[in-house]
DNA sequence: TATGAATGAGCATTCATTCAT
DNA sequence: TATGAATGAATGCTCATTCAT
């Protein structure tokens, strides 16, 4: 009972071309990274990563969908969690730590993605797609912190607020900042806190 | 006077060839732009790219250095702005729709930089020196809003400022998003403004 | 039986460009020569040129080395021949009608790599070990036939010895000469002979 | 009385890009150097060398030809000296080192005439005619000095004597050899009158 | 005549993709 | 399915030559 299936076999096979180009694509960039580079990472032949992807952008694709679909449900904030949850502050470190996290599992890919999407529709699309649900579970955790908000304003404040956390994650990833991710993560929940504070007394 | 001297063509050609080069950078990608596409774009033939430009990369190095210097000299806040001005919203409008202005001057092409950045470290270079003379304006800013912020805490609200107009920024320029530039900015002076105010009470 | 294996039509292919460039580079030259037109005579695609050398310079080199060591091995004169022949003539027209035939395999890229080596270290290294190793087998030959021949005139000997022989090919392959090879070979031997003998007598 | 007139410039300027561009063939190669090149080490804009050569290889047929017209008018032994020497070694030697002088004389260049002779015909038939020039020369010089020698073989022999000569002193100019120029004259003088002595024994 | 910017054909090289084994 | 040699279109860059000034 050792020996994997076919099926099992073709399953990693995959995952090992899809780590290698997620790795290289994040590091190097995706135009700097070509095909026999990522074969020769996952420990394949160059015709394996043709078996499994009719080509270099239909790789990019699938590991986008994978990622997003990961993040995406990972990041949900059950409502169960946010009832129960009675502090602000708490509710906010909360999200804004999975948020660093989830950005911070890679970086460099979610920044080849941004730029690839001005140009390529498809891409756009696909990280469109993402951007709206991630900025639809900002905008509910304000519904609920921040009831009295416009939706208007609710909309600009998600935006805002996931501006803030993304950026910060590239900078403490590609910048060199003597900042620590401890610093950063209470100076942004004290940002959004006083917002959401302020917006509640108004 | 018609004749405009050799000087003066050599300066409008290599005008011409960097207008059209931030041009497609910007909107197509620094490598789905080739060089035979910048000079056609230009008016001048490929060689003409090569008699300003030592390659590609000079090309988007000249392009970035420009580019900074003029966002760095033209951004500057006088110390007499700041000591004339009373209210901490305008200051802080004043200051986020410069900025927005000058993100808003080409996204595209700061996008492709902070990409390219982190695989190649001589744009990385270029474009840190920027970032950290932006980050420096608006520390310098936060000492005249919030004078008792320790220096730490000023850092960290510096970085998380720029993010939030940067991808802000980004995503009016590049989401298909309802919201106004209006509003975002509104909504970003409300944001950075409760902060302070909130900081300014501990 | 028919079918060759993987490895046996990689040595074909590589032979096939091998042998095409030496062709073109000693006919037309390896400036005169683009790697196009390499592939095509070679009946492979551009590509495959790349696939064998890392680039023009490489295929040159890779020749050069092979050539030079057929040539260093295939004109070993065992020290058996040189005991047993009696007849210094014999020896030495032996001696020479080798060189000839070494020498008139590829003239033109001789010359080719004579003028390269001028401009190009890494050529120029090659070559003067190829030379070095030549002029050793002459002295080593003087050294029999001439024993009281002092060192240093021996080394000159060579020198022109292998100059008057290299020198005498090239004519007769480049130059519009009624002369045939069989006497020119008849004059170097006796050019030689001569002047061993006059060394021996004195 | 100062100023040249235009005439002496135009001569002076096309001095200038001849030797120039001279220095650097010999030196780089014909292929390894561009006009823009040439035009630089000779003080003049690239627009100029074009006034004075219709391209770059008209200006090696133009030097190719004023070069070896110096050297035909300049080895010309008279028949004077011919007459007066009665020391054959003492002719041999004097022909050898005004060879050699003149050989010496950018070896460079006419290691690139002669490869570039290969695959261009214009080339060829100048270096053709320069060589059966020189050739000449040296069988005129056996006919004084080995009389009974039959036409072929003097003819042969001349070319034996050139290409050792030439030979050497390629040698000498590229190849790392502790020989000196003296040695090496006094071998050729002593390999040629061997030849000869033995013919006239004969 | 002199200048040097401009030209564009030409060449070396890369790389996504195919396909015979 | 896996392999990796083969393909050839595409691209960055060079350089001989021209020509407006």
Redesign the interface.
């Known amino acids: 009972m050792k020996h994997k299936s076919q099926q099992e076999r073709k399953i990693e096979t995959k995952k090992k071309i899809v780590d290698a180009a997620m790795s290289l694509f994040s590091?190097?960039?995706y135009?700097?990274t070509n095909s026999k580079e990522i074969a020769r990472e996952a420990g394949v032949s160059t015709g394996s990563f043709y078996t499994y992807f009719a080509d270099k952008k239909d790789a990019l694709k699938y590991i986008l969908n994978t990622y997003t679909q990961e993040v995406i449900s990972d990041s949900a904030v059950s409502d169960d969690d946010l009832i129960l949850s009675i502090d602000r502050k708490a509710i906010l470190r909360d999200t804004i730590v999975k948020s660093f996290n989830l950005h911070n599992f890679s970086v460099?890919f979610y920044?080849?993605v941004?730029?690839?999407?001005?140009?390529d529709e498809e891409i756009?699309l696909i990280f469109?797609e993402y951007?709206r649900t991630i900025l639809m579970r900002i905008s509910k955790l304000l519904e609920h912190l921040a009831s009295e908000l416009p939706p208007?304003?609710r909309?600009?404040?998600s935006?805002?607020i996931?501006?803030?956390?993304?950026?910060?994650v590239?900078?403490v990833k590609?910048?060199?900042?003597?900042?620590t991710e401890a610093?950063?993560i209470?100076?942004?929940v004290?940002?959004v806190?006083?917002?959401l504070?302020?917006?509640n007394k108004e």
């Open positions: 590091s190097q960039g135009y700097q460099g920044q080849q941004r730029t690839l999407s001005i140009a756009g469109e951007k208007d304003s909309e600009a404040a935006i805002i996931y501006a803030a956390i993304e950026g910060t590239h900078t590609f910048s060199r900042t003597d900042q610093v950063l209470d100076e942004l004290r940002f806190d006083s917002y504070a302020a917006l």
